[in-house]
């Protein structure tokens, strides 16, 4: 890894391209500690350290660089942006125009893209309204005694020009995602996610070690290094896995020119949903907990809801997330994966699966082999998720603040063998340039 960016460095036209991500790279995290208009800076950093950023609030923050909590211009970070990614993706299967789009190609998918955008902006506004609601009632803090003061002027105008300074910042990482895509090194909306998950590693690793009780905290701190190093080779190992499904094409006689005649084969990730099915869970996991906090009951089913579902270490909150990510993981594959399209695409152009009839049998293999690859793959995002619940208990409060949570370690290491992937690729294309010249 760092031999392939030493090497980028040294090519005149990587280095540029390295140069400008690390430039927007320094803006995004510049934008992210900017205050929002009509925001006291200095009560909102007395709560900060009183704040319990969990559930869905916590994912938010993560996306976000921690910028949330502290109310900044880019506050909604890249969560609307993704958000509004996955809803496109799961309405590509309900709604026939958008499966038709998907299906035109280059400008298909720019449509796609546009609409993206569009619901994006949606969501920020949305988002961004709740946010600043939350922020002025005092319910974003709710264990700090200055958390109602932290907008001071509760004006509508006040509150309008928060939502939309928000929803511009959000606008503005997505401008700044597209650039890095077009003119950097790598998917742009990938490093800024990657950018603000590890921004939040050096902060929740020493929280850890100032919570910790044995030898000042250093024992616990060294622990979680030691586990955050052997489940990035755990993500590593199983992200790299696949089943290499054999393909072979027949030969075509066109005119005197033979055609075909390849093999080749369909490349089945282990994990194939990627984390998606981690964020359903974690966003439908703190639904309970929401419709608690704002309905202001305090009866039975309230009492209930806040026993079993707030705190994360529950036995019922355990099972129920492992039941979520597993079914989540299945759900997902199915609409993201149609073996039905892939079997006709291979009968179209004479591939056929050595020992497999092409067409009919061809899908029920393909849905076969799925099937079976995704169990595993479901079982080991559900245990990833879980390490942050389960692991270091016994160490205080470490298990609140363990960095290396099951999404933001698949993010980390899947954005980050995707861009060595992509810098490795164009090194070999320079060098094969440079050979033929």
């Not at 152009?349 to 595993?376: D, H, K």
Request: glycine letters at 10%; proline letters at 4%.
């Amino acid at each position: 890894m760092f031999t392939a960016f030493a090497r980028a460095f040294k090519t005149p036209d990587l280095r540029k391209k390295l140069l400008f991500t690390l430039g927007i790279i320094v803006i995004y995290r510049l934008g992210a500690h900017v205050p929002a208009p009509g925001v006291d800076y200095a009560k909102v950093q007395q709560c900060i350290d009183q704040a319990d950023s969990g559930g869905l609030l916590g994912l938010m923050q993560m996306f976000s660089g921690g910028a949330l909590l502290q109310i900044t211009i880019f506050a909604l970070g890249i969560m609307p942006y993704i958000t509004a990614s996955i809803i496109l993706q799961l309405l590509t299967v309900v709604i026939p125009r958008l499966e038709a789009l998907k299906k035109e190609g280059q400008s298909g998918t720019a449509k796609i893209t546009q609409y993206t955008r569009y619901l994006t902006v949606a969501l920020a506004i949305l988002q961004g309204t709740g946010l600043v609601a939350t922020a002025r009632s005092g319910a974003l803090f709710q264990n700090c005694s200055v958390g109602s003061q932290i907008v001071a002027d509760k004006s509508i105008f006040t509150t309008v020009i928060m939502v939309l300074t928000m929803t511009a910042g959000t606008a503005a990482v997505m401008w700044l995602g597209e650039l890095i895509t077009d003119r950097g090194i790598g998917n742009g909306m990938s490093i800024l996610m990657f950018i603000s998950i590890a921004a939040t590693f050096p902060g929740a690793l020493w929280a850890i070690k100032e919570s910790g009780k044995l030898a000042d905290g250093w024992i616990e701190f060294g622990t979680v290094i030691l586990i955050g190093f052997v489940m990035v080779g755990l993500v590593v190992f199983v992200e790299q896995a696949q089943r290499r499904i054999p393909v072979q094409y027949a030969k075509r006689m066109i005119g005197r020119r033979s055609y075909g005649g390849t093999s080749t084969y369909i490349p089945l990730k282990v994990n194939q949903a990627g984390v998606i099915p981690v964020i359903f869970a974690s966003s439908l996991l703190y639904i309970p907990a929401l419709i608690v906090q704002f309905s202001g009951s305090s009866g039975g089913w309230a009492t209930w809801i806040q026993d079993h579902f707030v705190d994360g270490t529950h036995p019922y909150y355990i099972a129920t997330y492992f039941v979520l990510i597993v079914f989540f993981a299945f759900f997902y594959v199915a609409i993201s994966f149609n073996p039905d399209e892939v079997a006709d695409n291979m009968k179209k152009y004479g591939g056929f699966i050595p020992g497999i009839r092409a067409g009919r049998p061809t899908a029920e293999y393909l849905s076969y082999v799925l099937n079976r690859i995704t169990w595993p793959g479901s079982l080991y995002l559900g245990l990833i998720a879980l390490v942050p619940t389960m692991a270091l208990a016994g160490f205080g409060g470490a298990s609140q603040n363990f960095p290396f949570g099951g999404t933001s370690i698949l993010i980390i290491v899947g954005v980050g063998l995707e861009t060595v992937k992509q810098i490795e690729s164009q090194l070999q294309q320079r060098n094969y340039e440079g050979f033929l010249r």
